[in-house]
T-cell receptor, first 115, second 117 residues
Framework: AQKVTQAQTEISVVEKEDVTLDCVYE???????LFWYKQPPSGELVFLIR??????QNEISGRYSWNFQKSTSSFNFTITASQVVDSAVYFC????????????FGTGTQLKVEL | GAVVSQHPSRVICKSGTSVKIECRSL??????MFWYRQFPKKSLMLMAT?????????EQGVEKDKFLINHASLTLSTLTVTSAHPEDSSFYIC?????????????FGQGTRLTVV
């Protein structure tokens, strides 16, 4: 069975602060994929990143960065210099290789960025 | 990236009626589509896997007769909520996989907010 835990239910920060969203996962599969999605108030899911379990390199994309630590089963997401537009619910998700993108989602973290 | 279109985006229906939600892959073929449900301020839970040309696979606890899924073509899957009741009010969202690309990210539709009154 797979499980994704996002322990932070809600985070509030002031604009320009850095914020890290935690994601811890459980799986018995040796090959799997991890994802982060952003869900703004409108409801659609915006794809942010997909990471293969064999690729532990950290990734940076603009103000976004991801830290994948296989040893601790964590895939944390950091937003640098947060902006009000970053306010949304962020979901971490997991699928086994060959799972056809049948995703197991975490419970999400509500991020509020205030002026 | 690939585009998945979901329609309608919002629907309000009377209790006891049925509602059909469409999920289309616009620029790719999808032999498999997934239907998720999201209660307010909750996570997304997989309801069923829709397979083109065959029966859908439902997750444990999801009523097959309540949530009818049809995947008649490589670009369209439909979810029909039959005899809807207020407790069926939720956000339903589909995702589709491009069969040509292995292990690609899941492309999601815009979601449908269903309110049963």
């Amino acid at each position: 069975a797979q499980k994704v835990t996002q322990a932070q239910t809600e985070i509030s920060v002031v604009e320009k602060e850095d914020v890290t969203l935690d994601c811890v996962y459980e799986t018995r599969d040796t090959t799997y994929y991890l994802f982060w999605y952003k869900q703004p108030p409108s409801g659609e899911l915006v794809f942010l990143i997909r990471r293969n379990s064999f690729d532990e390199q950290n990734e940076i994309s603009g103000r976004y960065s991801w830290n994948f630590q296989k040893s601790t089963s964590s895939f944390n997401f950091t937003i640098t210099a947060s902006q009000v537009v970053d306010s949304a619910v962020y979901f971490c998700a997991l699928t086994p290789e060959g799972g056809g993108n049948k995703l197991t989602f975490g419970t999400g973290t509500q991020l509020k960025v205030e002026l | 990236g690939a585009v998945v279109s979901q329609h309608p985006s919002r629907v309000i229906c009377k209790s006891g009626t049925s509602v059909k939600i469409e999920c289309r892959s616009l620029d790719f073929q999808a032999t498999t589509m997934f239907w998720y449900r999201q209660f307010p301020k909750k996570s997304l839970m997989l309801m069923a896997t829709s397979n083109e040309g065959s029966k859908a696979t439902y997750e444990q606890g999801v009523e097959k007769d309540k949530f009818l899924i049809n995947h008649a073509s490589l670009t369209l899957s439909t979810l029909t909520v039959t005899s809807a009741h207020p407790e069926d009010s939720s956000f339903y969202i589909c995702s589709a996989r491009d069969v040509r690309i292995l292990n690609t990210e899941a492309f999601f539709g815009q979601g449908t907010r269903l309110t049963v009154v």
